[in-house]
Structure formats: structure tokens, C-alpha cells
């Protein structure tokens, strides 16, 4: 469907099995991923790994964690980074594949793409949405994106890594009973 607007040949990337607990419902695969051909197979997954408390071999479990991303191929670069992913996957994939999602406990959204689909705000401010979301009860777990582009917002902000990744892993923790 949209194979006119990417840089190279579509080739969808995600992970899926409807057993997941957990769902990673990110932005796009990096160029890193794309010729990989796995997600987040780059620095952003060993961050997000990182904040999640979990080993690769749990990340690429697709019983344990489904990734499922706005745009499931490579959207291309930009001035300041990827370009956003296109809305065609969402618009014709999402609801169907979330449906399936029915032992899903807990849902990274990770970005302002994600969080506008997800929880339905507009105009998303990451750093609001994190740092104002109520965590406790919720099966919605807003993240910034972890890749290294946001290094200064995590030394502008430590209070997500000193507050919020304790509460993920936890979270993450007990879902997973590792």
C-alpha cells in the first residue's frame, strides 16, 4: 500500500504472537532493523531492553512480548532523523492484530506517534504524558523513544530513569514471573 512512499523495498517488521503478555507499540524500524530485518536490533533496543530488566532471548520470546509498530517498515531519513512513520499500517493492521492480543497485560507506548494512536492524545508532549501518566493500574505505560537522538532529554529529565523505569521493570517483572 505504500511502497511509493519508502526508501526501499517494503519489508514489514514486527513481532507477533497473540500469547504475548506485553506489547511494544512503537513508532517505525530504523534503517538498523530494516537491514536486519529485526526490531529493534540497535542501541534503541538495548536501552529499551534495559529499562524494561529483561535479556534478549525474553525481548525476542514473541510469547513473552509482541512489537508492533505504527509504521511496520522503514519510513526513510529526514532532516533531524527517520521521517514519522506512515499511517497506513495502523489505519489498515492495528485493529485487527490488537485484537488478537488477548493475554496482552501491558502496553509500552513508546513515542509521540505511538501515544497519539494509543491513548488518543492529539497533540502529544512526550515529557507531559510521562511525567504527568498514572502508572499504577493502567495496562498503558507511556515511554519517550529510547533511542540515542534522546540523550538530552534524559539527562534534561532524570527523573523518568530514577521514577518511571523502577516502576517498568517491576511491572515487566511480575507479568513475565522471572
Known amino acids: ?24 507499540a512503537g513508532q517505525a524500524p530504523g534503517q538498523i532493523a530494516h537491514d536486519a530485518g529485526v526490531p529493534f536490533q540497535d542501541a534503541s533496543g538495548e536501552r529499551l531492553r534495559s529499562w524494561m530488566g529483561i535479556t534478549k532471548n525474553i525481548f525476542y520470546d514473541a510469547t513473552q512480548v509482541a512489537i508492533l509498530p505504527m509504521a511496520f517498515c522503514y519510513p526513510g531519513r529526514g532532516k533531524s532523523g527517520d521521517l514519522a512513520p506512515s499511517p497506513e499500517c495502523a489505519k489498515h493492521w492495528h485493529a485487527a492484530l490488537l485484537s488478537e492480543l488477548t493475554a496482552c497485560e501491558l502496553i509500552l507506548v513508546v513515542g509521540k506517534y505511538a501515544m497519539r494512536y494509543h491513548l488518543g492524545i492529539v497533540n502529544p508532549a512526550v515529557t507531559s504524558v510521562v511525567a504527568d501518566w498514572n502508572y499504577v493500574g493502567n495496562c498503558y505505560f507511556p515511554l519517550p523513544h529510547p533511542s ?3 540523550n538530552i532529554w534524559l539527562r534534561r529529565n ?6 518511571c523505569v523502577p516502576l517498568l521493570q517491576n511491572r515487566v517483572r511480575s507479568i513475565l514471573e522471572y
Open 158 to 163: 532524570p527523573w523518568f530513569e530514577e521514577r
Open 1 to 24: 500500500m505504500c511502497a511509493a512512499q519508502l526508501p526501499n523495498p517494503p519489508k514489514p517488521i514486527l513481532q507477533f504472537n497473540p500469547k504475548a503478555k506485553i506489547l511494544i
Open 148 to 150: 540515542p537522538r534522546n
